[in-house]
């Protein structure tokens, strides 16, 4: 048989019924080429996707450990002072939980900050 890349009288459709069929084996070729390279891509594209959230993963939960080690001496110093029969009136303990909620405000605007400068700058890559 001709090969049918050769035969220029034939149609596409010939050639595509003769490679579906198993007439002609070169006539795969192409095709298993471009589904490799498919599968390549996407495999890739997943490799990126679950790198990419490890990484988020990672960053926030270094972020959440880094927020309790600073706020939790705090935390644990105002319920020491409630305990001992203090009132959330006195001024040490409203103090303490000004600079909690103060220290936690300013984390919350640094991470609003970062993510919208990420956005900007085309970090995250979605496609």
């Known amino acids: 048989m001709a090969d049918s890349f050769h035969n220029p009288q034939e149609q596409p ?14 006539a795969h070729l192409p095709i298993v ?3 490799r390279r498919a599968i390549r891509i996407a ?5 990126e996707q679950g790198k990419l959230g490890r990484r988020t993963l990672g960053i926030a939960l270094f972020t959440l450990g880094a927020l309790i080690v600073l706020v ?3 935390l644990w110093n105002s319920i020491d002072d409630v305990a001992s029969g203090e009132h ?4 040490p303990l409203q103090i303490t939980l000004i600079s909690t909620l103060l220290m936690m405000s300013v984390v919350a605007a640094l991470v ?6 990420s956005e900007h700058d085309g970090y995250h890559h979605r496609h």
């Open 72 to 74: 939790a001496p705090t």
């Open 13 to 26: 459709a010939d050639t595509l019924v003769r490679a579906i069929a198993g007439h002609d084996a070169n």
């Open 88 to 91: 959330f009136g006195d001024l």
């Open 112 to 117: 609003i900050l970062w993510r919208g400068r």
């Open 43 to 47: 495999n890739d594209t997943r490799r």
């Open 33 to 35: 080429a471009r589904t």
